[in-house]
T-cell receptor, first 115, second 114 residues
Framework: GAGVSQSPSNKVTEKGKDVELRCDPI?????LYWYRQRLGQGLEFLIY????????KSGLPSDRFSAERTGESVSTLTIQRTQQEDSAVYLC?????????????FGPGTRLTVT | AQSVTQLGSHVSVSEGALVLLRCNYS??????LFWYVQYPNQGLQLLLK??????LVKGINGFEAEFKKSETSFHLTKPSAHMSDAAEYFC????????????FGRGTSLIVHP
């Protein structure tokens, strides 16, 4: 079946512009996560959606970052007034069940470059 | 609170040699432990996981890991490295009764020499 998909795969933007990144999780997966991966670094948690519950936004680095999810489907991560330090790969992952025992299924990521 | 330490940002082995990637964790409750692999320009893919039961876990591509509670470790091994094993490997921990957000290590880059 289809895995997690993300678009665009690459995005180059000028400093100060807004960008929107999209994630399509695996159908039926109730949990959805966004991570940021800077070059040579591990995964930095950004935000987590769990079914229809309020999202856990504890990892968002600033108020320039926001995310939405429509029900249990598509999610968008928006970065306003982009800065050079926002350059990174943004990974989306989904999980079939709300449980810490369940693994995550990752998309290929969106590589964001802010010039 | 939970944390993960991966010793060695880079590990280099010869093709056919033993692969050992180290992961130590801290968790105040029984952990769930994961190893993921990331090939260039791809997302992470699950190699194996430990939840409960047998402490030696076998995964895909010939990898295995052993949960050692006394050593708070979950090292990843493979008896014989293949060129196709060259990738970034991430250890992750989550915990029962806690946040649903796993904590990832910083990753170890496995380099395989012919």
């Amino acid at each position: 079946g289809a895995g997690v998909s993300q678009s665009p795969s690459n995005k180059v933007t000028e400093k100060g512009k807004d960008v929107e990144l999209r994630c399509d999780p695996i159908s039926g997966h109730t949990a959805l996560y966004w991570y940021r991966q800077r070059l040579g670094q591990g995964l930095e948690f950004l935000i987590y959606f769990q079914g229809n519950s309020a999202p856990d936004k504890s990892g968002l680095p600033s108020d320039r970052f926001s995310a939405e999810r429509t029900g249990e489907s598509v999610s968008t991560l928006t970065i306003q007034r982009t800065q050079q330090e926002d350059s990174a790969v943004y990974l989306c992952a989904s999980s079939p069940k709300i449980s810490p025992a369940h693994e995550q299924y990752f998309g290929p990521g969106t590589r964001l470059t802010v010039t | 609170a939970q944390s993960v330490t991966q010793l060695g940002s880079h590990v280099s082995v010869s093709e056919g040699a033993l692969v050992l990637l180290r992961c130590n964790y801290s968790s105040s409750v029984p952990p769930y432990l994961f190893w993921y692999v990331q090939y260039p320009n791809q997302g992470l893919q699950l190699l194996l996981k430990y939840t409960t039961g047998a402490t030696l876990v076998k995964g895909i591509n010939g990898f295995e890991a052993e949960f050692k509670k006394s050593e708070t470790s979950f090292h990843l091994t493979k008896p014989s490295a293949h060129m196709s094993d060259a990738a970034e490997y991430f250890c992750a921990v989550s915990a029962s009764g806690g946040s649903y957000i796993p904590t990832f290590g910083r990753g170890t880059s496995l380099i395989v020499h012919p």
